[in-house]
């Protein structure tokens, strides 16, 4: 973090950097940093376009070697579905690692190893936004929360053509209506998806923005299906409708809500291991 300047794909939010770089060592903890990340078609590599597309750039940019130097780990890989909510940018593919402290996320900055890689995400990033959560309980933490359904006598189990899917929501909420309206909504909402698989996977409280586009956000969620049948089944269920238009609608003030086909999926037992 020690250079001042913005990298081309986002802001940086000094003030957060600070506060992560700054954390008492009594006070730190692991991270999970959720990256939603938006490519070039083409790489750009000192000023011109190159033959490598930004997908294939971001893989040679990453880190892996140097996350498991430092004892963070990639808790989720996943490609972008489809874009439900949110119109711009258009989100490729999503990231999750987490970090063993705040500080180890910030130290790597500086490293060589981990700068000699970043000018492959510079080259083909568009646009990304990377936040800082912890994790949060969340319904099926409750002591009466049903048991979650097997998935192989929901309606819609994972196949062959349609396997397991994990819906990402990225939430602002209106000031106080996170634990009114989207508490009352929630709970409509699972007594609709319960019976059709859904898990949790992981709920985050955001407590930062490191890189984005200058907007706030409160929570990043992680729910699981057994397939995308199965949501679509949860999503279009008229009881649920009504609870959206009556108490999500009015809970959210920004949000992006994503369909995604993990290639890596750690995320549960990341947040089981921490707690």
Known sequence: ???????????????????????????????????????????????????????????????????????AEVAFVADVEDQLLGDSPRWDRIGVVRYPTRRSFIEMQSRPDFRAKHVHKEAGMAETIVVGGTPIPSPQDRPDAPAPVDWSSV?????????PVVVLHLIRFHPGKADTDMERYQDDAALVAVPHGVRIAGWFAIE???????RRWDQVRFNQFPSKAAFL??????????????????????TYALILRPTIDRLAESVAGSS
Do not use: C, F, K
């Open 208 to 214: 930062g923005t490191i890189v984005g586009d200058g």
């Open 233 to 254: 089944a949860v999503a279009t269920d008229p009881r649920r409708l009504e609870s959206q238009a009556t108490h999500r609608e009015a809970a959210i003030a920004d």
């Open 155 to 163: 309606p819609h189990p994972p196949s062959d053509d349609d396997g």
């Open 1 to 71: 973090m020690s250079d001042t300047r913005s990298p081309g794909y986002g802001q940086v939010d000094r003030e957060y950097g600070i506060r992560l770089a700054t954390t008492a060592p009594d006070e730190d903890g692991p991270i999970w940093m959720v990256n939603l990340m938006s490519y070039r078609d083409q790489a750009v590599y000192d000023g011109a376009e190159s033959a490598v597309s930004g997908r294939e750039a971001d893989d040679r940019y990453a880190p892996v070697d140097v996350l498991a130097d430092i004892g």
